[in-house]
């Protein structure tokens, strides 16, 4: 099993992170759905609409790496995933 962290970097969810199995996945956009989707369902469940909102309004996207290299590496960095380029 292959356990990853992966963090947000965005205005208003920075420092959010969720660890996931990357042999169960197989895309970056799968990755960016399940760590999005937690963090929509923690704020759904806490009646944050106005956030869940918000973080459904964001264009997350990954440009530092790949699937591969994530599936690859044996370090413990942190992966980001992030709203606020371009």
């Given at each position: 099993?292959?356990?990853?962290?992966?963090?947000?970097?965005?205005?208003?969810?920075?420092?959010?992170?969720?660890?996931?199995?990357?042999?169960?996945?197989?895309?970056?956009?799968?990755?960016?759905?399940?760590?999005?989707s937690?963090?929509?369902?923690?704020?759904?469940?806490?009646?944050?609409?106005?956030?869940?909102?918000?973080?459904?309004?964001?264009?997350?996207?990954?440009?530092?790496?790949?699937?591969?290299?994530?599936?690859?590496?044996?370090?413990?960095?942190?992966?980001?995933?992030?709203?606020?380029?371009?």
């Open positions: 099993m292959s356990i990853k962290t992966f963090a947000i970097s965005s205005e208003l969810f920075s420092y959010y992170e969720k660890e996931i199995n990357v042999d169960l996945v197989k895309s970056t956009n799968e990755i960016i759905l399940l760590v999005v937690e963090l929509d369902k923690l704020l759904r469940d806490n009646n944050l609409t106005i956030l869940s909102q918000k973080l459904n309004d964001c264009k997350f996207h990954v440009h530092d790496f790949t699937l591969e290299e994530v599936k690859d590496s044996v370090s413990d960095r942190k992966y980001y995933i992030c709203d606020h380029c371009g």
